[in-house]
C-alpha cells in the first residue's frame, strides 16, 4: 500500500516545503502532492510531527560499526550490523570500507559485499577498498607491510564487484597511469589518498581517470607556496570530488572553509570514516593487532596517528551547520545528494524527489534522527 509522509519540513531541489506529502509507492518516491490530492488522502498517513525530511544520508567511507570492523570480520553479519549501526545516524547507503589488507582479505570483503547486496542487506551500495596501493610517507595507521603494486591480475580481483559500486583509494605516484586507466575502464571509481606525490603526479593520475579525493587534507601532500601538492591539486580541479571529515579533528574548520571557497558547490561531500565504536557501547577495538580505544570521540593509535574516527554522519551533518556555517539544506546535500553523485548513483539516490528511492531521514529541531527509510521501510 502506499503511504503519504506529510506534516512535515521536506527538503525538495526547489528547497524546503511544508504544503506538500511525499507519496511512495513500491519503495520509491511516487509523487511530492499536495496535502489534499485524492492519491494523498488515500494512502496510508505518516505523520512527521513537524521534524525535517532529508534524503538518506550516504557514506562512502565506513570502516566499522555496532563493534565490527570489516577487516577483522570481512562477512555479512558483520556488514550488517554495520549498516544498521550506522543506519541510527541517518546513514541509509554506505560503502563499507576496507583498509590496505592481503589479496585474500580483498577477495573476502568483496565476496561478503556481493553476498550481502544480493541478499538485500539494507544499505549497503558497494565498496570501498582503501589501499593497499598506497604510500608509506602517508600511510596514517595502514600497515605498510600490506602495500604493493597491483598487477593485471589483482586489478582484475579489485573489479570483481558486479553488483555495486567499486570506490578505490591508492596513491597516483605509487601506481602506474596505465593501471589506473585498467581500473577505471573496468568500472571502479579511483579516488587519490594516502600520497605523498607531488601536484604535478596528482594531475597526471587525474588525466588517467582519478575522480577524487579521499578524506581531503590527511594523509597527502599539502599545499605550500611553491609545492601544491595534493591537496593544491584537489583545490583546483572543478571536476574532481573530495570527502571531508568534519570532526573538528582531522581537519580545522578554516581549512573546511577553504576548501568550500575552493571547490565548486556539490564537490564537497561528507565521509565518517567511521570505526567500531560507532553505535557501540565499547569504545576500544583491534586493528592490526592493536587495541585501540576512542577517547573523547577522537581514534588514535599509540604513535599517535589518527586511526579513523568515532563520527557518525548525523554528527557530521550537525558539525557542517555549526563548525562551518553551512545552511542545513547545503550540509544534508553535502551527505546525500553529492556522494550518490560521486558514487554515479545520482539517478537513484539523493533526492527527495519522483522516480528516487525512498532512502529518507527524518530529523527533530537539533538535527537528532528521529526515523529513517530504506526503500520506504521504516526503522
Known sequence: MAIALRNGKILTDHGFREDVAVLVEEGRIAAL???DDPRVVAAAPVDLQGHTLLPGYIDAQVNGGGGYLFNNTPDVHALTEIARA??????TGMLPTLISDDATVMQQAIAATAEAIDAGVPGVLGIHLEGPYIAPARKGTHDASKFRVPDAAEVAMAASLRNGVTLLTLAPEQVPADTVRALVAAGVIVAAGHTAGSYEQIRAGLAAGI???THLYNAMSPLQG???GAVGAALEDADSWCGIIVDGVHVHPASLRVALAAKPRGKL????DAMPP???????YSLYGEVITAVDGVV???????????LDMATAVRNSVHLLGLPLEE???MASTYPAQFLGLGDRYGHIAPGYQADLVLVDADLQVVATWIGGSAD
Open 300 to 310: 588514535r593509535n599509540a604513535a599517535g596517528a589518527l586511526a579513523g574516527s568515532a
Open 269 to 272: 561531500f561528507l565521509v565518517t
Open 278 to 284: 560507532v553505535g557501540a557501547d565499547d569504545p576500544s
Open 211 to 213: 575522480t577524487g579525493f
Open 331 to 333: 550540509a544534508a546535500r
Open 86 to 91: 550506522h543506519r541510527r545516524f541517518g546513514t
Open 226 to 228: 611553491r609545492e601544491p
Open 33 to 35: 502532492l499536495p496535502l
